[in-house]
């Protein structure tokens, strides 16, 4: 298994043919300043399938495009799945791949996800489960178009990598059998709940179960979020200034791209200070 951070788990612009830039759609409603539909090129697409405006995402509201992550599946699609025949090249190839792209991206999630279990101190025991799972689910990012087109990640998702990620962030966590953590005070149960806008300006939440939550513009100030499991949390518009996340768990950096920050937020040595946060006051 790779490390958390490692090359083929992180998405290489420049080794993909803008598949992100044309397989996905977005729209004004989301926030971006315009309309497009899936399979049609971003007009910012450039003839080397670069962006024209990468560094000027966020002040020209592509802020969506800002935080999206493929955690490498654009260029396994690009040099592996299509062998490097981009779909300028061969039109006919286009639908296919474009389809591809979501497919691979759940699974590269998977294995991201799996690798930093596996750096978990705490989950040694998991180490040879997580080995062999990561290899599974490598196998799979590796089949053809046409086996990735009617893979259920979904199934395998829940089936195989949920369960075993659970256990590791259990192990990390210190859960108790009453459900709370050697963390934390309170309950620590808030996995899926919509806490959209909500006040935890302060808040000790060490060792929360925050799986799926919904944290969309939350006031997390101050609050205390080490041991905390993030995965699949929506961050988006959350405001972390002055939160403690040193130890989170699987916190990725489109999450925090997708949050507001300071200087004062501590952060664990993966990932890194978004360049768009702020200074402290």
Do not use: N
């Not at 399979?39 to 990468?54: I, K, Q, T």
């Not at 210190?174 to 806490?195: E, H, K, N, Q, S």
């Amino acid at each position: 298994m790779p490390p958390p951070g490692a090359p083929e788990l992180r998405g290489d612009c420049a080794d993909c043919f803008g598949l992100c830039c044309v397989a996905l759609s977005f729209s004004a409603v989301e926030g971006f300043p315009s309309d497009k539909g899936a399979g049609e090129p971003c007009g910012h697409l450039r003839d080397d399938f670069g962006c024209a405006v990468h560094r000027e995402l966020r002040p020209r509201g592509y802020a969506g495009c800002a935080t999206y992550d493929c955690f490498g599946a654009g260029q396994k699609a690009s040099r592996h799945t299509f062998g490097g025949v981009d779909w300028r090249q061969e039109p006919a190839t286009a639908p296919a791949m474009f389809a591809v792209l979501p497919v691979l991206r759940q699974l590269q999630e998977l294995l991201h996800y799996l690798a930093e279990a596996r750096a978990l101190p705490a989950a040694h025991p998991l180490h040879t489960e997580l080995a062999r799972v990561y290899g599974l689910t490598e196998r799979l990012t590796l089949a053809d178009a046409d086996t990735l087109l009617v893979t259920d990640v979904a199934r395998h998702r829940a089936e195989v990598v949920a369960p075993l990620l659970a256990r590791a962030a259990e192990l990390a966590r210190g859960t108790r059998p009453d459900g709370r953590t050697g963390r934390g005070a309170g309950p620590r149960r808030l996995r899926g709940a919509d806490l959209s806008g909500a006040r935890f300006t302060g808040a000790d939440l060490r060792g929360a179960d925050l799986r799926g939550a919904r944290l969309i513009a939350a006031d997390l100030r101050g609050a205390d979020l080490r041991g905390a499991d993030l995965i699949g949390a929506d961050l988006r518009g959350a405001d972390l200034a002055g939160a403690d996340l040193r130890d989170t768990l699987f916190l990725t950096q489109s999450q925090l791209d997708a949050a507001k920050g300071d200087s004062t937020t501590a952060l664990p040595p993966r990932p890194v200070r978004p360049a768009h946060w702020g200074t402290a006051p």
